[in-house]
């Protein structure tokens, strides 16, 4: 039986469950069935790590039910963001590094071959030439060494230190960086660099804070690769509802992020159905880059169009087009602002005055149910309601009966 490790191999796991306590929380440890109980143990303790303070637990008659608990304004920094900085490494790796920043500390430039040399004055057992080189290599890659050519082979130095506390607006860049390590993608980046400059966010918070976002940004990155370079993609996407895993191949097209939900959403054009499609990114795993689309501009261009038909992120089911009318009582002369909320939020949707204090909105889009939420914002001023789609007619009623019988007697 192998003994628990701290740090982590495969971010996809720790990603999972994760997302798993964060989002939906309250589960307890036989819920977990995609995995070994053992299994299960191990991304716990590392997310209890990862996450002290934020952990809270409740022992009911199903067992001990794990979730995370957060209060976005009293956080100055994604506690999520522990995760990007941990790392695996053996004894020797970790040797190795100290080892080799202290060989090139005065400056010199050396082989992977001298550095070999040097370590066998130092270390007990010394790695071979290939593993060095290996090493120096990755930390070129890093921005930690340079490279110059040394006869037929190359001479390693480290990288001269980016001095930011000598720029001439480093107080104002530093601000920025504070504010995008929160509330822009790939925060991580901005967090590293303040652990970089001994600093934190100190200057802002957020009443609407989506820290789940920093679990995406891997898959995110991908896309937008696939993206820049006019690639269709293949990944695996996990059905929230249904549990199952499906492989997907599609031309990613676009990002939108819910400003309701703060949820975040790939659209992709699918070939085979010659219709477009958005997926949410927390969905999304195991993103492979697949041969480039000679057409991708004219896919754009056909999205662009059809955004106008779009109540949010759903292109409909069998019947392209659905209309919803709904006739309101709004107050002119009190209830301004109900009516200005009715001409911005309507998304191109037509208001028309009927008479003195009523107008109707008639708006006509891919999918109506993705309006149901904002008509019910609207109960108690709802004086008729109409849509091409009976079912999600169906569901506003159902709704408003059931809110009725709590507060009265009878039915409707």
Request: with cysteine; aromatic share 12%.
């Amino acid at each position: 039986m192998s003994d628990y490790q701290e740090l982590i191999k495969n971010f996809e796991r720790i990603r999972d469950y994760m997302r798993q306590f964060f989002l939906y929380g309250f589960k307890v440890r036989r819920e977990f069935g995609e995995k070994s109980g053992r299994t299960y143990d191990n991304e716990r303790r590392r997310i209890e790590s990862y996450l002290a303070g934020y952990i809270h637990a409740d022992y009911t008659s199903r067992g001990k039910q794990v979730s995370v608990h957060m209060d976005s304004k009293q956080l100055s920094t994604n506690p999520l963001y522990a995760a990007w900085k941990s790392k695996s490494f053996t004894d020797n790796d970790l040797l190795l590094h100290f080892f080799l920043l202290g060989l090139l500390g005065k400056g010199q430039a050396l082989t992977a071959s001298a550095l070999c040399d040097l370590l066998a004055e130092h270390m007990e057992t010394v790695p071979d030439l290939q593993t060095v080189r290996n090493k120096c290599r990755e930390y070129e890659r890093l921005g930690i060494f340079e490279s110059e050519k040394s006869g037929k082979a190359f001479a390693y130095r480290l990288s001269s230190p980016m001095e930011l506390e000598n720029a001439p607006l480093y107080q104002e860049l530093m601000q920025a960086v504070k504010f995008c390590s929160e509330a822009m993608p790939f925060g991580i980046v901005g967090s590293t660099l303040l652990d970089r400059e001994f600093l934190h966010n100190d200057v802002f918070c957020w009443k609407h804070y989506f820290l789940v976002h920093t679990l995406e940004d891997q898959v995110l990155l991908k896309i937008l690769e696939a993206m820049r370079e006019r690639r269709s993609i293949t990944f695996e996407n996990h059905s929230v509802r249904s549990g199952k895993r499906a492989q997907i191949a599609g031309l990613p097209l676009q990002i939108f992020v819910s400003t309701q939900t703060g949820r975040r959403y790939v659209c992709l054009y699918f070939f085979p159905k010659r219709r477009f499609n958005c997926l949410r990114l927390d969905c999304i795993s195991q993103v492979t880059p697949l041969e480039v689309c000679p057409e991708y501009e004219c896919y754009k261009e056909k999205l662009k169009k059809n955004l106008s038909s779009c109540w949010g992120v759903s292109f409909g089911g069998r019947s392209r087009m659905e209309t919803l009318c709904m006739k309101l009582y709004i107050d002119e002369g009190r209830e301004g602002h109900i009516l200005n909320r009715l001409h911005r939020e309507g998304r191109g949707g037509e208001v028309l005055k009927v008479r003195e204090n009523v107008f109707l909105y008639t708006g006509t889009f891919f999918d109506v149910n993705e309006m149901l939420s904002w008509v019910k914002s609207f109960t108690g001023r709802i004086l008729d309601l109409q849509c091409s789609n009976e079912a999600a007619l169906q569901k506003v009623t159902q709704d408003l009966e059931q809110m009725y019988e709590m507060y009265t007697e009878g039915p409707m």
